[in-house]
């Protein structure tokens, strides 16, 4: 969910730094979250509470199903860690041999990129709110139909897909990046309108707070608290337990919960199954999609 540009992770990445000068820039002391993954190099950025929502929602999303359409502990773990690589990409660590500061920029400058913007479920410079929306089922198709062919000969890929596809769904219900119509009794939680990171093309101007974050000077996509999975409160600043996390999602992080757990039903079926061609895909996402990515008519 978190969306930064390259001042923010930058200042971030300054200060982490200086808090622990006594480690190399590209370092940072491991630490583990729920399931255990930010101990990588790049946790002077992203060990943060903040980075940690689609972690949870997807672990949570994983348990809330029956035992028989669960993943495994360790299949959810990969699923968690493609899910977190759309937005820290694993194939751009390698600038952490250079410098945090590389490796920041490197995320932004990927996160800036019109063809990236459908992954996240954001406008691109030009197009419009049903584009994006048919753009975000389209990643999430796609996605799904790698996961299945990829499944038995290559299961950890297969898994990052299924995460891929669960980041792009989760994004979907962040105030930061949709507007939705949660009263709306035809169609409950149904898409208003879908918000942007990127500058505008000129005659697609949007109000400011139809940006990510709105708007702030000339920064668009500024770290916003509406990417938040918690409610506010200050008892809800940072809880570290399966129950204080859950006492404190927002309503717009419950309905990712049930989108993400729907999803993960969805592809449980599909995988490992003989036979499943494209045409199959398609049929068994399309309630999905009706029910959790549906423009509001």
């Known amino acids: 969910m978190p969306r930064l540009r390259f001042i923010d992770l930058a ?22 979250g729920t399931v255990g993954f930010f101990s990588q190099g ?8 903040s ?5 949870w929602l997807t672990l949570l999303a994983n348990r809330d ?19 977190r690589r759309l937005d820290w990409p694993k194939e751009l660590l390698v600038h952490m041999a250079h410098s945090v500061a590389a490796y920041a920029a490197a995320a932004a400058a990927a996160q800036d990129r019109p063809e990236n913007q459908p992954l996240h479920f954001l406008l691109g410079p030009d197009n419009e709110s049903a584009d994006a929306v048919r753009l975000g089922r389209d990643v999430v198709r796609a996605r799904t139909k790698a996961a299945v062919t990829a499944w038995v000969s290559d299961r950890t890929g297969a898994l990052t897909r299924i995460g891929e596809a669960c980041h792009t769904i989760q994004d979907a219900f962040s105030s930061a990046h949709a507007i939705r119509r949660a009263e709306d009794t035809s169609n409950p939680w149904c898409i208003e309108a879908v918000k942007a990171y990127l500058t505008r093309a000129p005659g ?25 999975i918690y409610r506010p409160g200050r008892d ?27 999803y993960l039903a969805v592809v449980n079926d599909l ?17 999905f999609f009706d029910a959790h990515l549906a423009m509001c008519l």
């Open 11 to 32: 200042r971030a990445a300054f200060v982490v730094v200086s808090l622990k000068a006594c480690l190399p820039p590209e370092l940072c002391v491991p630490q583990e």
């Open 42 to 49: 790049d946790c002077v950025l992203t060990n943060r509470d």
């Open 51 to 55: 980075f940690r929502g689609h972690e």
């Open 65 to 83: 199903l029956p035992p028989s359409r669960q993943f495994a502990d360790g299949e959810i773990r990969e699923v968690i860690e493609g899910n």
């Open 204 to 228: 697609f101007e949007l109000p400011g707070e139809r940006y990510h974050g709105g708007r702030t000077g000339d920064t668009i996509g500024h770290i916003t608290t509406l990417d938040s």
């Open 236 to 262: 809800c600043y940072a809880p570290d337990t399966t129950d204080g996390v859950e006492a404190c999602l927002s309503e717009e992080a419950r309905r990712a919960r049930l989108a993400t757990r729907d």
């Open 271 to 287: 995988v490992g199954r003989e036979g499943i061609d494209d045409d199959a895909v398609d049929a068994a996402l399309a309630p």
